[in-house]
């Protein structure tokens, strides 16, 4: 192999671990950096990829923007308006549930597995939210729906973001080989 295809597979991996990382910070544009890697993993290797594979991948970024900026709002807004305290809660509070899933990822118990999964994406990041809220609130009964919302706006971006990453990732292994 070439010395210019591998530095275009690192470049075109380490774009598309940007964009995972960015499903998790809000405002980073995390699909579309993987999207990029994509690209340049398919023109940049010369590997043929169906370019259905290709449009569905920019309809699916289409949708999630969309998502993102009008329909993840307007659900936020009908559970209750929440602070910056209550967002950045939930941010950091994934990326420290990320660390406690790398944490547990070398347990055999799958039993655990799953118990630091639904504690990483579950409930630390909504008590950091919750504490976000309560930090701009002052009162633990008018911060609960609040954290809650910013919670469900937070999972519901993530989750989207990640399809399009995966996406992504399919598209080069299904075809790369």
């Not at 994509?38 to 043929?48: A, H, N």
């Not at 990483?120 to 909504?126: A, H, L, M």
């Not at 609130?137 to 399809?163: E, F, N, V």
Request: glycine share 10%; charged share 10%; net charge positive.
């Amino acid at each position: 192999m070439e010395l210019s295809t591998i530095l275009i597979l690192v470049f075109s991996w380490l774009l598309i671990a940007i964009g995972f990382l960015g499903c998790f910070i809000h405002k980073f544009p995390g699909p579309v950096m993987a999207f990029i890697g994509m690209l340049v993993f398919i023109f940049g290797t010369g590997i043929p990829v169906p370019w259905v594979g290709i449009v569905i991948c920019v309809l699916l970024l289409i949708i999630t923007a969309l998502a993102n900026k009008k329909f993840i709002p307007w659900v936020a807004k009908q559970i209750s308006d929440f602070s910056n305290g209550g967002k950045w809660g939930a941010i950091i509070g994934s990326l420290i549930g990320l660390l406690v899933i790398a944490h547990g990822a070398n347990s055999d118990s799958n039993g655990m597995k799953v118990l630091l999964a639904l504690l990483g994406f579950g409930v630390i990041p909504f008590c950091t939210a919750l504490l976000g809220e309560f930090a701009s609130r002052k009162d633990m009964g008018q911060s609960l729906k609040p954290a809650a919302a910013a919670y469900l706006t937070y999972l519901m971006s993530m989750i989207l973001k990640l399809a399009v990453c995966c996406y992504a990732v399919y598209i080069i292994i299904t075809n790369g080989n």
